[in-house]
């Protein structure tokens, strides 16, 4: 069993707790918020989060068929809306960070929402990302349940 951070260091999850909140009051809707969780916690293989906003998002009322199908998003475009489409190209260019977000995903974003809302995706993007480093350093897939 590894340590727990938020046992270890709860200052730590004081931190993310305040971002959450953030995300929570945010224009961002519940299914582009889950969607980017979903996607993200899949590319860093963090079992966790995965389970848990799989599970979140199906009670917020998202279909299995367009969970399961979130690894195939550029081979079934035809399951999520455009503005879907670019929030997952930006969690995938975020979360892979080596070659940042591209102008050319940038640029849709920007055409497509505003400047705020385009903030609020990084942000939730970025958040979620940490939580997945915490979740995968740490085991807590280990404390999955279904």
């Known amino acids: 069993m590894r340590i727990r951070i938020k046992d270890v260091e709860p200052k730590v999850y ?15 809707s519940t299914t582009h918020k889950e969607l980017i969780k979903i996607r993200a ?3 860093n293989n963090c079992g966790y989060c995965l389970n848990n906003h799989s599970q979140e998002a199906l009670k917020s009322g ?3 068929a367009r969970i399961y199908m979130l690894p195939l998003w550029k081979t ?7 503005e879907e489409l670019v929030i997952l190209q930006m ?7 080596y070659n940042g977000l591209s102008d050319e995903t940038y640029n849709k974003a920007m055409a497509l929402f505003s400047e705020n809302y385009v903030a609020q995706i990084m942000t939730a993007i970025i958040v979620i990302n940490v939580w997945n480093r915490i979740g995968v350093a740490t085991h807590m897939e280990d404390d999955c349940t279904l």
């Not at 004081?14 to 961002?28: C, N, P, Q, V």
């Not at 969690?91 to 960070?97: R, W």
């Open 14 to 28: 004081g931190i993310m707790s305040r971002f959450e909140k953030y995300l929570e009051e945010s224009d961002l």
């Open 41 to 43: 916690s899949q590319l």
């Open 62 to 64: 998202e279909s299995e």
């Open 76 to 82: 079934v475009p035809h399951f999520y809306s455009e």
């Open 91 to 97: 969690t995938e260019e975020i979360t892979l960070i």
